[in-house]
């Protein structure tokens, strides 16, 4: 579905804004853990940069850091992500295997959803990431995740069991860890989402 198509709707949609430069990765990781450049900085117990091999041929990214994450500085901790590093065992693979990020590195307050300014601010990091790790394929979890990496209004019932692309990558949508925690009965959608990384994965290595 178009970007014009979906504002003609009414429905606004966000691209991810290219970064100006490109930086070390170490130096990447400085330059995050100083940003001030949205209003989430004020709140913020510490950035969440991400976790794992920089060199991940899988790399997982999320929404944004809740409550565990801005207090440890790692993303996806806490039953949510007891969750996701058990869904990650189901097909073979684990935090030190791949790469986890979110789009956003600071936490928004109440957990609420990214603001649209917000998610400008921070975006560049996110590409960055992915263009030094070069993963095979990613997998966003979470709607908002889904939405942003493929500038599409679509649901989330509407975007998993697919395989779309970001740029040239291969991208599957699945649930969030949180989400399953409230709605367990999707937990076997889940998994067939799961499966189909499995395989797609595989199939490109």
């Known amino acids: 579905m178009s970007t014009s198509f979906l504002n003609a709707m009414g429905i606004q949609t966000w691209e991810l804004r290219k970064p100006t430069c490109a930086q070390p ?4 990781q400085k330059t995050v853990s100083r940003c001030t450049a949205c209003s989430l900085h004020k709140t ?7 976790v794992g091999n920089p060199q991940a041929k899988l790399m997982v990214i999320g929404e944004a ?19 996701l590093d058990a869904m990650l ?4 693979l684990d935090r030190k295997t791949i790469y986890i990020a979110n789009i956003l590195k600071c936490r928004p307050p109440n957990n609420r959803d990214p603001l649209p300014e917000e998610v400008a601010q921070c975006t560049p ?22 939405q942003y990496l493929l500038g599409s209004a679509l649901s989330l019932g509407k975007m998993r ?6 740029e040239n990558t291969p991208l599957i949508v699945t649930y969030h860890p949180a989400y399953l925690l409230r709605n367990p009965r999707d937990k076997d959608k889940a998994f067939l989402d799961l499966q189909l990384a499995y395989r797609t994965l595989h199939s490109l290595l």
């Not at 809740?66 to 969750?83: H, I, S, T, W």
């Not at 590409?127 to 979890?141: D, G, H, M, N, R």
């Open 25 to 28: 990765w170490e130096e990447l």
């Open 89 to 92: 065992a189901a097909i073979g």
């Open 65 to 83: 850091p809740g409550f565990y994450e801005d207090q440890k500085g790692e993303p996806f901790v806490g039953r949510a992500g007891q969750l």
């Open 125 to 146: 990091f996110l590409i960055q990431q992915i263009s030094f790790i070069q993963p095979k394929l990613l997998l966003a979890v979470g709607r908002i995740a889904g």
């Open 161 to 166: 069991n697919t395989i779309h692309h970001y």
């Open 44 to 50: 913020r117990t510490q950035t969440v940069f991400g």
